[in-house]
């Protein structure tokens, strides 16, 4: 079971990672018409901001599951500098098992209910002359939190089970 749930869990977030880099070629393009026509045509654009700051969040959220699969989270370097591995493991595991899963699986499922009732109802955002419809922005902060609770519940399940057979999950033997 383990493999199979931290090898769906990396897939997952190897696919929201790779949308994130469409998001970023989106946010980059968006700037640069921006830009272009503020600066060149003297006649700024009503949706840019909204673009932009729409396809950072995607950004952030899509990347956010592929960072903690590869390992690239920020830790606490004064605890795990005091402590050996299997306490190491023990602390990621407990965590991330239960205290980060199941945060981000409330979250994410209040998110989706937002972003479904922000669908249903058209909802529109407000605060800009643009005023697009909210909920794809909304559903893609819920995908990129379920992956998250996902990835933490794997990265958990793996540091138990790392303890209990002394093998990582990419095949090394704990040191």
Known sequence: MLPTLVGIAALISRWL?????????VMIGAVVVEVFARYVLGEP????????YMANGAIF??????????????????IDARVGLSVRRI???VFFVFAATPVLSIIAWFAASRAWR???T???EMVSPWQP??????????????ALALQCLARGIAAFASMADGVNLDGRTNA
């Open 17 to 25: 990672f790779r949308v994130g880099f469409v998001a970023t070629a």
């Open 118 to 120: 922000s669908f249903v």
């Open 91 to 93: 602390l990621d595991g």
């Open 61 to 78: 959220m899509l990347g956010a599951a592929w960072t903690l699969a590869e390992d690239q989270h920020v830790r606490v370097d004064i």
């Open 122 to 124: 058209g909802e529109l």
């Open 45 to 52: 654009t009503r949706w840019s901001y909204d673009i932009t």
């Open 133 to 146: 419809v909210i909920w794809p922005f909304q559903a893609i902060l819920a995908v990129g939190l379920a």
